[in-house]
């Protein structure tokens, strides 16, 4: 690992996830990380979009807990399968990170629908295909040729953690983003790995509480800084 930066601290915001709390974040720059180095990392709640590796350091609250997936023991809900099925047809690909027209077309439309934001070009380049950071993947999904969504995930000695998701508003009745935690926890087994990291998960925040619903998943305690067993199980 090579250490860009030392070790920061920002300066105290306004909580993005739960109402009348305040957000502080942990920072540094580093690139050149192995899979064992950046699962150190990643075993510890730290997370990265390019060079940039944060994670939560609210000095009065704890709710944005790193979350898991068991993929070795994942089983999906009732409507979960019904998504599977629909989705047969659509086939994903895993390669190293590349730009392209269509990745750039199905991450700004999706930003579009989902924040109602516009992006640069530039900066989705700089964020997702830096390879020299971390060991990462491009994952690519595509129905009759024409590709619909893509992810991003970096890869550590015991699993890979989904960095980002788009697809084109376009394809939602396929339900992409849920097809692609059981398509990527597929490609995590096969890669003779065991976790699939899913980012925070938040208590109360309804855009963040979907990540529970796969099952079985541990989360991480900033306490005990260990993985905990959510007890929760597939309905």
Not at 11 to 16: I, R
Not at 171 to 190: A, C, D, H, M, T
């Amino acid at each position: 690992m090579r250490l860009l930066s030392e070790p920061l601290t920002a300066a105290p915001v306004e909580c993005p996830y739960l109402p009348e709390q305040i957000f502080v974040q942990n920072y540094f720059f580093a690139d050149e990380l192995d899979e064992f180095e950046f699962g150190v990392l990643l075993n510890a709640g730290w997370r990265r979009f390019g060079k940039y590796f944060f994670r939560p350091g609210c000095p009065r609250c704890s709710q944005c807990k790193p979350i898991r997936v068991d993929t070795h023991q994942l089983k999906p809900t009732g409507s979960q399968r019904r998504v599977i099925s629909r989705g047969k047809e659509i086939v994903m690909e895993a390669v190293e990170p590349r730009t392209s027209d269509e990745a750039w077309r199905v991450y700004r439309n999706h930003s579009k629908a989902q924040f109602q934001r516009e992006e640069n070009r530039e900066h989705f380049e700089e964020t997702f295909f830096d390879r020299t950071a971390v060991p990462s993947l491009q994952t690519e999904y595509r129905l009759d040729g024409n590709l619909i969504a893509l992810g991003f995930l970096d890869v550590s000695n015991d699993g890979m953690s989904s960095v980002y998701f788009a697809f084109d508003p376009e394809w939602s009745r396929y339900s992409p983003g849920i097809l692609s935690v059981f398509r990527e926890s597929e490609l995590v087994k096969q890669w003779g790995k065991r976790w699939y990291y899913l980012g925070y998960w938040v208590e109360g925040c309804q855009s963040m509480e979907y990540k529970a619903r796969y099952r079985p998943h541990q989360l991480y305690d900033w306490k005990l800084q260990d993985w905990v067993n959510s007890g929760r199980t597939a309905e």
